[in-house]
């Protein structure tokens, strides 16, 4: 295997002028930069990151916080993280923090501190208010995912305009007994996510006159207890809304599913409408609001980058677009449920 030695003697320079043209580190004229990277390429030397972070005070990695690695939206997120980073030659450390763990009391509590990265970026973790106190301690450069606000540089979509734009896609169809489904109880712990959410639908439903028939039925945000949640409540007519809006599209397709195994049709006999294009929305024919999970992980390279670069510069907040899809899950209420 070669060294550095190989690839400073095939450039014709000093070990130390190889070492700084291949770490960044100190002055090299862009000739010699270019020649020694040509040789390292010839040779298939790549500086390591133990070495890189020697020369440079930097450990080339990148720390990532997420509260679950299996669902659909944080996979993508990371995903597009780890295409940003290693474009940018940069290591990713994933951490995973399950709301309630152990292992995630463990992590804020010693790991992180124990653990070296550059900058740190959290997707949907909503941290306590002990968590955040332990990551601002840890003082790098922080960028968050989501709605939750930690007055750092962020990325996240509109959740209150993406549920209200949603509740008027129903209500512009002629609805008016439309439910939201997903999310924790009022009065509860919400995501803050899905509280801006819920507040969206709230007010879509208050400003069309509709505020009587507002009606939140809480689930966990994911597609088994989506459909488990509607089975119950679309098994009676009294119970049964003309519409859904749900609180992302697990949910929204956990209650097609149900729907439909109860002879309902979607969306003769029920509108159901999303928040997100799951990987999984075209198939079901899902009309949704769609965001892009991986320009949200890359976007938040590019932000922490920025920072990492020069601590000194003020948050950036980036909203990233909800577009509507309209698909073939949403039409005018029944006949006999018009007014």
Not at 69 to 75: A, E, I, L, N, S
Not at 103 to 110: C, G, K, N, V, W
Request: proline share 5%; net charge negative.
């Amino acid at each position: 295997m070669s060294g550095i030695a190989d690839v400073a003697r095939r450039a014709g320079v000093s070990k130390s002028t190889a070492s700084r043209a291949l770490t960044g580190s100190g002055y090299v004229s862009a000739a010699t930069r270019q020649r020694v990277r040509e040789a390292a390429d010839a040779l298939g030397y790549v500086a390591s990151t133990h070495a890189v972070s020697l020369a440079t005070g930097k450990t080339q990695t990148i720390g990532v916080i997420v509260p679950h690695v299996t669902r659909w939206y944080f996979g993508e997120v990371v995903d597009g993280i780890q295409n940003a980073l290693i474009a940018r030659d940069l290591d990713c450390a994933l951490f995973s923090a399950e709301p309630g763990s152990l292992h995630r009391q463990r992590m804020f509590d010693t790991y992180l501190g124990r653990r070296r990265f550059d900058g740190l970026i959290t997707v949907g973790i909503e941290p306590s208010t002990r968590e955040l106190e332990r990551i601002t301690t840890i003082g790098k450069p922080l960028v968050t995912i989501g709605s939750y606000d930690a007055g750092t540089s962020a990325v996240s979509i509109n959740d209150f305009d993406a549920a209200r734009r949603a509740t008027e896609h129903l209500i512009g169809l002629g609805h008016s007994n439309i439910a939201l489904v997903g999310g924790a109880a009022e009065g509860s712990d919400h995501s803050f996510g899905d509280t801006r959410r819920l507040l969206g639908y709230r007010t879509a439903m208050a400003e069309s006159g509709l505020a009587e028939f507002a009606r939140h039925i809480p689930c966990e945000v994911d597609m088994p207890d989506g459909y488990a949640t509607a089975v119950d409540f679309l098994s009676s007519p009294r119970t049964r809304p003309t519409a859904i809006v749900g609180v992302c599209d697990e949910v929204a397709i956990g209650a097609v599913i149900a729907a439909r195994r109860q002879g309902l049709g979607v969306p003769n006999d029920l509108s159901v409408i999303g928040i997100d294009d799951h990987a999984h929305a075209e198939m079901f024919s899902l009309t949704t609001l769609r965001q892009s999970p991986r320009d949200q992980g890359e976007t938040a390279v590019e932000l922490l980058t920025r920072l990492i670069a020069d601590p000194t510069s003020p948050p950036e907040r980036v909203w990233a677009p909800a577009t509507m899809v309209i698909r073939n899950s949403t039409t005018v209420p029944p006949e006999s449920a018009r007014p």
